[in-house]
């Protein structure tokens, strides 16, 4: 047997990551299948679950508001004062969740989350909350990123936990109930009024605070996990039944649907799929489910990373010896991935440091050169993956038919830190759409989309 060189070794592991022009197009044809398919029935693999906002902000909405956000790294907690002017004041602070309250109870997690509320409003906002008067009453909106079974706008039961959280007596329950529970359990004046994924908060806050001649279509997030909300014409959702869509009807031809696409495609048919793929997920608490956010979200892209590096060292290809760090899951950041992908140094002296410093490893400059690729495979991959249901939505909106140009939000530190993850993200748009509509498209980040987003959607409940 001849063995394999470093370069061939990872010539193949980037052909195993990279999708073709053809397979674009089969992505953005199977999302538009499936999507059109969790719109008509309940159970599907592509939840489509309607948000009942069926309005979006144009501007000059006005109050002040709290708002709270569960996404998965870490608990937000802000106010938010609407100036009705596509302006806003916020107020924010952030805890990390504890690892051992993601596995935890119920009762525990949400009796942690209030005590954070609590502790905002002492804090920040004790003056409104010493008078004994019912009027000031605090409208909250809830950000919580993870599939729910919405069933109004302050009401929606936990279908899954994803992005490591498993607590198992949580599913099947109101998640606002549980939050106002424990709210009152500390008496504070608090109303939880609107359940907000965050992908509808970074629609809606992208809305609010860009109302120029294009509408918002897309909430798009690319952090932790992934997900994307859109603009649906009311009639399309079908599985509100007639009597619900009628009465809908009398007030809004519009709903925002939380497509839930990380769950896109789990039958594999056209994400394609590689042995580090399967690597990890098998160390994922939800194995088999979530794939195509496995392929594309902050959460599993380092850890993806360090499966390879795993491998061609196995191999005896790459590194002279291996580390203890190297063999720790979850090691690795999905922010090394960035910053090697922006090491442009001759030497790739960044890359050297990193991998010296989190893997413990020395490198010469034909693996730090082989790493390099590696990392580009896997981010070109994500981002192509994503350019393509994005693609999808637009194809199965035909919004690019209806409108001049669309806007979309976009919120995460994968989109926003990965150098170039946006133009490889158009690449793949254009591809499937033609380059005429991708120009048509317009992208910026919705800061604080979850917070000022939840205010939004608090103001319409
Ligand atoms: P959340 O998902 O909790 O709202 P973020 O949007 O900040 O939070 O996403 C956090 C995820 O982004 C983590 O998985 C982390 O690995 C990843 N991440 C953080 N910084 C970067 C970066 N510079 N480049 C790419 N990914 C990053
Ligand atoms: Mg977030």
């Known amino acids: 047997m001849t063995s394999q060189s470093l370069s061939e070794a990872v010539a193949e592991i980037v052909d195993k990551f990279s999708i073709s022009e053809q397979r674009l197009k089969s992505i953005s044809d199977e999302f538009i299948r499936l999507s059109k398919l969790g719109l008509h029935h309940e159970g599907e693999s592509m939840s489509m679950i309607p948000s009942y906002v069926t309005s979006i902000p144009n501007g000059k909405e006005k109050g002040t508001f709290l708002a709270v956000d569960l996404g998965g790294t870490n608990f937000r907690v802000c106010s938010v004062h609407l100036n009705g002017d596509n302006t806003y004041d916020l107020l924010q602070t952030k805890t990390s969740i504890p690892r051992e309250l993601m596995v ?33 009453q605090l409208k909250l909106g809830f950000t919580f990123s993870f599939p729910v079974n919405q069933t109004a706008i302050n ?108 769950s896109f495609d789990t039958a594999r048919a056209v994400i394609g799929s590689t042995e580090y793929d399967d690597s990890v997920d098998q ?34 290809l790459l590194f002279s010896s291996s580390s203890p760090q190297l063999e720790t899951e979850w090691i690795l950041d999905t922010s090394a991935l960035s910053r090697i992908e922006a090491d442009f140094s001759q030497n790739l002296i960044a890359t050297r440091t990193l991998i010296s410093t989190d893997l413990g490893l020395e490198t010469t400059l034909e693996e730090r050169k082989a790493i390099k690729t590696i990392v580009s495979a896997i981010g070109k991959r994500s981002a ?37 993850y946006e133009s490889l993200m158009r690449e793949a748009v254009s591809a499937v759409v033609g380059q005429e509509k991708e120009a048509r498209v317009h992208i910026g980040i919705a800061k604080d989309g979850s917070g000022v987003g939840a205010a939004l959607c608090a103001v319409v409940a």
Request: proline share 1%; net charge negative; with cysteine.
């Open 283 to 316: 160390r994922t608490p939800n194995k088999g489910m979530h794939l195509f956010e496995k392929r594309i979200s902050g959460m599993f892209l380092g850890e993806l990373l360090r499966v390879v590096l795993t491998d061609l060292r196995s191999k005896n």
């Open 155 to 262: 009401r929606g039961t936990l279908l899954r936990w994803t992005k490591g959280f498993d607590i198992k007596d949580t599913v099947g329950q109101d998640v606002c109930k549980l939050l106002q529970d424990e709210l009152d359990a500390l008496n504070l004046k608090v109303h939880v009024a609107a359940l907000v994924n965050d992908t509808v908060g970074t629609l809606m806050s992208r809305s609010y605070s860009s109302p120029g001649q294009h509408s918002t279509l897309m909430g798009i997030i690319i952090g932790t996990g992934t997900n994307c909300a859109y603009v649906e014409s009311l009639d399309a959702v079908v599985k509100l039944g007639e009597s619900e869509l009628a009465s809908l009807a009398k007030t809004s031809n519009m709903m925002i649907i939380n497509t839930e696409w990380g």
């Open 384 to 420: 192509y993956l994503a350019g393509a249901v994005v693609a999808g939505i637009l194809e199965l909106t035909s919004a690019l038919d209806k409108s001049a140009g669309v806007d979309i939000g976009m919120d995460g530190s994968v989109i926003e830190f990965y150098p170039g």
């Open 104 to 136: 935890g109870t119920s009762k525990d997690l949400f009796a942690f989350l209030a005590k954070r509320v609590e502790e905002f409003i002492k804090t920040h906002l004790s003056e409104k909350f010493d008078e004994d008067s019912v009027d000031h």
